[in-house]
């Protein structure tokens, strides 16, 4: 693709069991559906050029739902991180998860350790999966960091609070992307936002295909991004 290519490119995975529900289907199917299409959306990206992806798979505030729920996607979940993710590991990605961990089943923070350590040679593009995730609790982290190693109040500047957040490596969004006509945040990627383009799809997460993923970057490659200035 030719233009301007962003470099992070965050997706916020919404309207998965509005879907199902439109489809007569249990809320399971409509999370399967999402995680379907969420490959073709991930390789669609990273074959125009993006070299860092970022998806909002749970966040800190989906533990509220309906036990049955949280069950049916902690399943969901095992088989991400145990059967997809090692095939986009195959594929070349690189795959990180943001987010708190000390909450987690003992399983799932074993899979995460493996498939980040398999995986940390990957140079097609990285993932950045934010499970258990919220931007508020990320900012909080960073400052526990900065107070935990010492740091002084006058050596902090945006530069080097952004060293202790999840993950530092991974850069500020370019552009942020979130389906189901929704037209917020909700808690993601709230540092790395401050300057974010973003869109807002009416299709539901399950919908998403490949055609898309070349319409929003079209987008962004039509605005203008002055910082400020």
């Not at 090692?86 to 990180?96: P, S």
């Not at 609790?137 to 935990?148: D, K, N, S, W």
Request: include cysteine; charged fraction near 30%.
């Amino acid at each position: 693709m030719s233009g301007k290519i962003p470099t992070h490119v965050g997706y916020i995975l919404d309207g998965n069991r509005r879907w199902a529900k439109q489809h007569g289907l249990p809320v399971y199917e409509g999370h399967m559906a999402g995680y379907e299409a969420l490959r073709d959306v991930i390789d669609a990206t990273a074959d125009a050029g993006v070299k860092y992806i970022s998806f909002y798979s749970w966040s800190t505030e989906n533990w509220n739902r309906a036990k049955e729920e949280v069950q049916a996607v902690m399943n969901l979940i095992r088989r991400l991180f145990t059967r997809e993710l090692k095939e986009l590991e195959k594929k070349g990605y690189k795959l990180v998860v943001l987010g708190i961990k000390d909450q987690l089943p003992d399983d799932i923070l074993k899979m995460i350790d493996q498939v980040e350590a398999s995986s940390a040679k990957g140079d097609r593009a990285t993932l950045a999966v934010c499970f258990n995730y919220g931007g508020q609790q990320e900012i909080v982290r960073a400052t526990q960091r900065i107070l935990e190693q010492g740091v002084k109040p006058s050596e902090i500047d945006e530069k080097k609070f952004a060293q202790y957040l999840d993950h530092p490596e991974v850069p500020p969004c370019d552009l942020i992307v979130r389906t189901s006509g929704e037209q917020r945040l909700s808690n993601f990627m709230l540092w790395r936002s401050a300057y974010s383009e973003f869109i807002f799809l009416e299709k539901y997460w399950p919908d998403m295909r490949p055609e898309d993923v070349t319409a929003i970057l079209e987008e962004y490659n039509n605005r203008s991004r002055r910082f400020g200035g």
